[in-house]
């Protein structure tokens, strides 16, 4: 049976300060691992340091993880950004439900091969799933999502998009930071926020039942 295999890495790992990366990488994949404990065949599991793998049980699930981490590094404020493959592959060996190692399968295989392969490419997000509809909305819908959230800054704007994905109304997010409403209507028309959801809600439907 093919299994839906997730796995990530930090972008550019060695430049970053090794001990705090660490922390805070553990510290994101462990609250996953937590908030979707019931939905994950098995845990992410930190492999080589500073890349993960796992077993979502399903399509919608693993899009909801890749969309909680990318939240959640922007929450926590964190300097780094991961690259994902979700690949749809065979699992030979018996599923790990304790931590995702000691299994076996081209799936997992191929999804190795294939984050190999994106770092030789300017996108962070690959999808290869059997769903040919659902596999070239999401990876045409994963660009436009990124190339939203890159334009993001670390210092200056993370506080206020972590405010947005919270409370989405700017009159709300104005008072929560003690601003005009002006200047948050106008922060969030020049970092894309409507677009930014729009994208989201798009790859969110897509992979429903």
Do not use: C
Request: charged share 25%.
């Amino acid at each position: 049976m093919k299994q839906f295999i997730l796995m990530a890495d930090v972008i550019s790992s060695g430049q970053k300060k090794q001990n705090q990366l660490m922390v805070d990488f553990k510290d994101l994949v462990h609250e996953i691992n937590h908030t979707y404990k019931s939905e994950i065949l098995s845990p992410l599991t930190i492999t080589l340091g500073d890349e993960f793998q796992g077993i979502p049980k399903d399509l919608a699930t693993s899009i909801k993880i890749i969309l909680s981490l990318e939240e959640n590094i922007i929450h926590k404020k964190l300097n780094f950004q991961l690259r994902y493959i979700l690949h749809q592959g065979e699992i030979e060996t018996p599923i790990n439900t304790e931590i995702a190692y000691e299994m076996l399968g081209s799936g997992l295989t191929n999804a190795r091969l294939m984050l190999n392969d994106l770092k030789e490419e300017k996108f962070r997000f690959k999808i290869a799933i059997e769903n040919k509809l659902q596999n070239n909305v999401l990876n045409n819908a994963f660009k436009i999502f990124e190339n939203i959230v890159q334009k993001w800054n670390l210092k200056s704007d993370f506080e206020l998009v972590s405010n947005f994905i919270k409370f989405h109304d700017y009159k709300v997010v104005a008072e929560k930071l003690k601003k005009t409403r002006s200047q948050i209507w106008k922060r969030e028309k020049t970092l894309n926020i409507e677009s930014y959801n729009a994208t989201k809600n798009i790859i969110q439907l897509i992979t429903e039942k």
